[in-house]
């Protein structure tokens, strides 16, 4: 599997969506999954042209950290026991599952002085019992409560869509999505700008970008699954 070859095959298929939608395709930016991959797979993957990498599990976070720091930007977006934000704290660029207050307390407490960590707080806008994140309803509270940790700034929101081999299918939660950042965004809080959408996968990326993805996190369909 060359990444190469696959990351021009994916930047096509975001420039179609980017056409229909009307979208400036620099809004758009691909976020390499590497959970299943080495740290020179991760390596390779920054060669071919890619500018962030995600890991989703401490170790491999540890792991790319070690290899890809300084060469792109990092995100972290699995979930995270509380207990290991420390690790993660000062090395991670982005942090996408921000789903409860816990986490936002253990970063005020572990962040360095004056460090801010740009976060997406993960919503569950399918409504899915096995989806993490805040319920759609609550995030007006959640994203009011942020504002007691300044070391927390809201960067975007993040959503998991169903897994569907239709991928219209998706279309609805990513539109959710979009529609609750706008509320997010009229209330104008210096801690919560929230420019961003982390949404879309392999399967579904183009419709994300379509309904207005910024980041988009792709694995498999990018840098494969074994090397």
Request: some cysteine.
């Amino acid at each position: 599997m060359d990444v190469k070859e696959n990351l021009s095959r994916i930047e096509q298929e975001i420039q179609t969506a980017c056409t229909r939608s009307g979208r400036d395709r620099s809004e758009i930016h691909i976020i390499a999954v590497t959970k299943y991959v080495t740290a020179d797979r991760a390596l390779e993957a920054i060669d071919a042209g890619i500018r962030h990498i995600g890991e989703n599990r401490l170790e491999g976070a540890l792991e790319k950290w070690e290899a890809c720091a300084g060469q792109a930007s990092l995100h972290f977006v699995g979930s995270l026991q509380t207990r290991k934000v420390k690790d993660i704290v000062d090395k991670y660029d982005y942090f996408h599952s921000l789903d409860r207050l816990s986490l936002a307390r253990e970063f005020q407490k572990r962040s360095p002085e004056n460090h801010v960590v740009p976060c997406m707080v993960q919503v569950n806008a399918s409504g899915e019992d096995s989806k993490a994140g805040i319920a759609p309803e609550e995030l007006p509270d959640f994203i009011e409560e942020l504002k007691n940790y300044p070391a927390v700034q809201v960067a975007g929101l993040m959503t998991m869509a169903p897994f569907d081999e239709n991928s219209e299918k998706t279309r609805p939660v990513f539109r959710k999505l979009r529609e609750l950042r706008s509320d997010v965004q009229k209330q104008q809080a210096p801690h919560a700008p929230c420019p961003h959408l982390s949404m879309g996968m392999s399967n579904d990326f183009a419709v994300a970008v379509e309904e207005g993805a910024t980041f988009v996190r792709i694995g498999t369909d990018l840098v494969g699954n074994r090397k």
